[in-house]
């Protein structure tokens, strides 16, 4: 699996930074942020 940022994973962390209110929108905001540190331990 890579651990490379798309330019969709940027637009969606951006978008769910904004309005993560609900249950969905934090797991999701946890699972790419997981992502993100991944990516810039590399």
């Keep these: 699996m890579s651990a490379a940022l798309t330019e969709d994973d ?3 962390l951006i978008r769910m930074s904004i ?3 609900d ?3 934090m797991q999701d905001m946890g699972h790419l ?3 993100v540190r991944a990516a ?3």
């Design 10 to 12: 940027l637009d969606g």
């Design 19 to 21: 309005s993560s209110t």
């Design 23 to 25: 249950a969905q929108g």
């Design 33 to 35: 942020s997981r992502k």
């Design 40 to 42: 810039l331990a590399n």
